[in-house]
């Protein structure tokens, strides 16, 4: 079936060091979004790309699609340990489906 | 934007017995969902709750174990019948409207069955 993988499923990073999780599906897909869950949260919505190739900042945080629309990417710079959370992406399939899905997601730790 | 109000929050229930759990949204949305998401782990789609008629299940969920309502475009209960300790997990309520447009969740409710 169709599947979206995240790497790495674990990152500690030092205060102000950069972090990036990469999201890869083995389908094509229309568009892609990013959530953030919080310890103890629910996940929240950050972004959506759809073009091939397309680039968007948040601040510190900048969000990638790939070219054959197939994986996407986010990278925080500098963090900071607000930025603690788990990052999940999620993936709508070219197939015409309603239904989006989540990446494995990516544990992110940071440490001052 | 959806502001959705899930509830419990918690529970701890005994084997056997079921849960229900509910979903209120402050506004219409065309569709509703529900997931489950065991700790550290990402979240799996149960069902698509659709209004007035049966949910729609993936693969490995059935009606008997996850009955859903959905009376109306604003709620929706979801329950979890006769329960194990493989249950245990945090259930998840999810709203979005028609088209790929960004999800709104729910707080969660984490059930713990013993």
């Given at each position: 079936g169709q599947q979206v993988m995240q790497i790495p499923q674990y990152q500690h990073v030092q205060e102000g060091e950069d972090f990036t999780t990469y999201c890869n599906s083995s389908t094509t897909l229309s568009n892609i979004q990013w959530y953030k869950q919080r310890p103890g949260g629910h996940p929240v919505f950050l972004i959506q790309l759809v073009k091939s190739g397309e680039v968007k900042k948040q601040k510190r945080l900048t969000f990638q699609f790939g070219e054959a629309k197939k994986n996407s990417s986010l990278?925080?710079?500098?963090t900071q340990t607000t930025?603690?959370?788990?990052?999940?992406?999620?993936?709508?399939?070219t197939s015409g489906t309603y239904k989006y899905i989540f990446g494995t997601g990516t544990r992110l730790k940071v440490l001052a | 934007s959806a502001v959705i109000s899930q509830k419990p929050s918690r529970d701890i229930c005994q084997r056997g017995t079921s849960l229900t759990i509910q979903c209120q949204v402050d506004s219409q949305v065309t569709m509703m969902f529900w997931y489950r998401q065991q700790p550290g782990q990402s979240l799996t789609l149960i069902a698509t709750a659709n209004q007035?008629?049966?949910a729609t299940y993936e693969s490995g969920f059935v009606i008997d174990k996850f009955p859903i309502s959905r009376p109306n475009l604003?709620?929706?209960?979801?329950?979890?019948?006769?329960?194990?300790?493989?249950?245990?997990s945090i259930y998840l309520c999810s709203v979005r409207g028609r088209g790929n447009t960004e999800a709104f969740f729910g707080q969660g409710t984490r059930l713990t069955v013993v």
């Amino acid at each position: 079936g169709q599947q979206v993988m995240q790497i790495p499923q674990y990152q500690h990073v030092q205060e102000g060091e950069d972090f990036t999780t990469y999201c890869n599906s083995s389908t094509t897909l229309s568009n892609i979004q990013w959530y953030k869950q919080r310890p103890g949260g629910h996940p929240v919505f950050l972004i959506q790309l759809v073009k091939s190739g397309e680039v968007k900042k948040q601040k510190r945080l900048t969000f990638q699609f790939g070219e054959a629309k197939k994986n996407s990417s986010l990278h925080i710079t500098a963090t900071q340990t607000t930025d603690v959370g788990t990052y999940f992406c999620a993936g709508f399939p070219t197939s015409g489906t309603y239904k989006y899905i989540f990446g494995t997601g990516t544990r992110l730790k940071v440490l001052a | 934007s959806a502001v959705i109000s899930q509830k419990p929050s918690r529970d701890i229930c005994q084997r056997g017995t079921s849960l229900t759990i509910q979903c209120q949204v402050d506004s219409q949305v065309t569709m509703m969902f529900w997931y489950r998401q065991q700790p550290g782990q990402s979240l799996t789609l149960i069902a698509t709750a659709n209004q007035g008629s049966e949910a729609t299940y993936e693969s490995g969920f059935v009606i008997d174990k996850f009955p859903i309502s959905r009376p109306n475009l604003t709620f929706s209960t979801l329950t979890v019948s006769n329960m194990s300790p493989e249950d245990s997990s945090i259930y998840l309520c999810s709203v979005r409207g028609r088209g790929n447009t960004e999800a709104f969740f729910g707080q969660g409710t984490r059930l713990t069955v013993v």
